[in-house]
T-cell receptor, first 117, second 111 residues
């Protein structure tokens, strides 16, 4: 149980275009999802917290107009990288905390490798 | 900033026990110790967590010192597939915040 599905796993886009990444909770409802970014040889950095039915909360230094987050249902959150540039190339990972899970654990998606050319 | 300190890398022979240390000297009374690992180019995977008692599951054992200022993750019989970056994270059990990842320990299992 507690599976988070993330798509696409890999995407290459041209500079200036937008890319949407989907994160789905397959067997549970997630009122809160989290988006992380990971650059090569670095640790995961929390970008934003996605709340179902309300605006996302962004970490300091993360541009909310560039990284649009939509959490319109209890099983789906999307991250759209707008007007992508090569410096946005990174590994993006979503996560959900399973409410009521005795482990209070976080389940992660498999990640999306974004390359902007 | 992460509340934990881990060695940047460790080696372990295949079939032997891998013991990964973590210091969390500023942990507070309601904070749990969680361990995750990340295999290259994948999302992190939950391993185990504990509050103050030692814990064991099918993947690993977690030993927490009596003063809770440090812990050790034990992989009893390491295999090549255990090569990964292991993250020790301190987190309030009732909170709803995202995780703060430190640099973790890159565990390399040698054949």
């Amino acid at each position: 149980g507690a599976v988070v599905s993330q798509h696409p796993s890999r995407v290459i886009c041209k500079s200036g275009t937008s890319v949407k990444i989907e994160c789905r909770s397959l067997d549970f409802q997630a009122t809160t999802m989290f988006w992380y970014r990971q650059f090569p040889k670095q640790s995961l950095m929390l970008m934003a917290t996605s709340n179902e039915g309300s605006k996302a909360t962004y970490e300091q230094g993360v541009e909310k107009d560039k990284f649009l987050i939509n959490h319109a249902s209890l099983t789906l959150s999307t991250l759209t990288v707008t007007s992508a540039h090569p410096e946005d190339s990174s590994f993006y990972i979503c996560s959900a905390r399973v409410a009521g899970n005795p482990n209070y654990g976080y389940t992660f998606g498999s990640g999306t490798r974004l390359t902007v050319v | 900033d992460a509340k934990t300190t881990q060695p940047p890398s460790m080696d372990c022979a295949e079939g032997r026990a891998a013991n990964l240390p973590c210091n969390h000297s500023t942990i507070s009374g309601n904070e749990y110790v969680y361990w995750y690992r990340q295999i290259h180019s994948q999302g992190p995977q939950y391993i185990i967590h504990g509050l103050k008692n030692n814990e064991t599951n099918e993947m690993a054992s977690l030993i927490i010192t009596e003063d809770r200022k440090s812990s050790t993750l034990i992989l009893p019989h390491a295999t090549l597939r255990d090569t990964a970056v292991y993250y020790c994270i301190v987190l309030s059990g009732g909170g709803a915040d995202g995780l703060t990842f430190g640099k973790g320990t890159h565990l390399i299992i040698q054949p």
